[in-house]
């Protein structure tokens, strides 16, 4: 199973949940799980176009990924997907 690593900010909209595990194969049916599952979570990670956030990266295993557009690519079994909310400071 594919398992999805949720950033602490965003726990609070899976039930505390920090490891979610999913038989998804791609990171379109990752992110379409999320949502009926914790359909809370939805507009932290997405915008009113339907499109990732900018603040957030995907990372399948250790390698960024580019989601929007690519939301197709197909997993292999057990990888660790992460989503790291980028912070900016000044």
């Known amino acids: 199973m594919t398992k999805i690593k949720i950033p602490a900010p965003l726990r609070k ?3 505390e949940e ?3 595990s999913t038989k998804a194969q791609n990171l379109f049916g ?3 799980y ?3 599952k914790y359909p809370q979570i939805k507009t932290h990670l997405f915008n009113e176009k339907a499109e990732l956030h ?3 990266r995907i990372f399948v295993g250790d390698k960024p990924n580019e989601v929007n557009g ?3 690519v197909l997993l292999e079994k057990d990888h660790l997907i992460r989503i790291i909310p980028v912070i900016k400071g000044g």
């Open 13 to 15: 909209y899976t039930n």
């Open 18 to 20: 920090s490891v979610i």
């Open 30 to 32: 990752i992110f379409e």
């Open 34 to 36: 999320l949502v009926f």
């Open 54 to 56: 900018a603040f957030l």
């Open 70 to 72: 690519k939301e197709d």
